[in-house]
C-alpha cells in the first residue's frame, strides 16, 4: 500500500537553511512533489522531482532523492520568514491515481 | 483562467443536514479530486474522478457522494452531516500526463462546521 511519513513539526532561525525529510512506501513512485501550504490558504506546488533522477535544484529549493531508501528531502537555503507554513510530501504511482499526501511539516521561522 | 473555484467558504451546519460543495474550474483538466484537511491527519482523499462521467472512491468516502456529468464541475454531496465532518474540503484538479502538467491545482478551501 501507499503511505507518506513525514515529521510534524520543524523549527529553524532566519537565514540558516532548512531541510524536510520525507519517507514513502511505493517503488512504483513515479514523480514526488512538494507543496506549501499558507495559512488559510490551498496548496501551492513548490517542485517535483520525477523518481530516476537523485537530486534537483531550483533557486532557494534543493531537492534529494534516496530512491533505494526511499527518502526525500526538501532543503531551503536562507529560510525567511515568509517560508513559514506547511509543507507536504506527495507522490504519485503510475496509472489513473490521484496523489498520496504525508500529514505535512510545520515550518517555523523564528526571526 | 479563475482556476479552481470552491463554493461555498465557510459552512456550517446541524447534524442530520445535508448540503453540496461546489467545485468548478475552467482549465479543462481531466482529473479532479476531493480533500479533506483534519489537523495532525494531513490531505486524505474522498473521491475522485479521471473524467466526465467516471468517479472512484479514495481513503476515506463514507457519507459522501459525488457526480461528475461536465468536465468542468465535481460537486461534493454530504448526505447527513455528521460532527466528524468539520473538516477543511479542497477541490483539486489536474491533466493527464506528467510533470508539469499533472501538479495538482488546489482550490481555496471550504471550511465546514457541523453542530
Known amino acids: 500500500g501507499e503511505d507518506v511519513e513525514q515529521s510534524l513539526f520543524l523549527s529553524v532561525r532566519e537565514g540558516d537553511s532548512s531541510v524536510i525529510n520525507c519517507t514513502y512506501t511505493?517503488?512504483?513512485?513515479?514523480?514526488l512533489y512538494w507543496y506549501k501550504q499558507e495559512p488559510g490558504a490551498g496548496l501551492q506546488l513548490l517542485t517535483y522531482?520525477?523518481?530516476?533522477?537523485d537530486m534537483k535544484q531550483d533557486q532557494r529549493l534543493t531537492v534529494l532523492l534516496n530512491k533505494k531508501d526511499k527518502h526525500l528531502s526538501l532543503r531551503i537555503a536562507d529560510t525567511q520568514t515568509g517560508d513559514s507554513a506547511i509543507y507536504f510530501c506527495a507522490e504519485r504511482t503510475p496509472g489513473n491515481t490521484p496523489l498520496v499526501f504525508g500529514k505535512g511539516t510545520r515550518l517555523s521561522v523564528i526571526a | 483562467n479563475a482556476g479552481v473555484t470552491q463554493t461555498p467558504k465557510f459552512q456550517v451546519l446541524k447534524t442530520g443536514q445535508s448540503m453540496t460543495l461546489q467545485c468548478a474550474q475552467d482549465?479543462?483538466?481531466?482529473?479532479m479530486s476531493w480533500y479533506r484537511q483534519d489537523p495532525g491527519m494531513g490531505l486524505r482523499l474522498i473521491h475522485y474522478?479521471?473524467?466526465?462521467?467516471?468517479?472512484d472512491q479514495g481513503e476515506v468516502p463514507n457519507g459522501y457522494n459525488v457526480s461528475r456529468s461536465t468536465t468542468e464541475d465535481f460537486p461534493l454531496r454530504l448526505l447527513s452531516a455528521a460532527p466528524s465532518q468539520t473538516s477543511v474540503y479542497f477541490c483539486?484538479?489536474?491533466?493527464?500526463?506528467?510533470?508539469?502538467?499533472?501538479?495538482?491545482?488546489f482550490g481555496p478551501g471550504t471550511r465546514l462546521t457541523v453542530l
Open positions: 522531482i520525477f523518481s530516476n533522477m
Open positions: 482549465m479543462n483538466h481531466e482529473y
Open positions: 474522478s479521471v473524467g466526465a462521467g467516471i468517479t
Open positions: 483539486a484538479s489536474s491533466p493527464r500526463g506528467g510533470p508539469p502538467q499533472s501538479q495538482q491545482f
Open positions: 511505493d517503488s512504483s513512485s513515479t514523480y
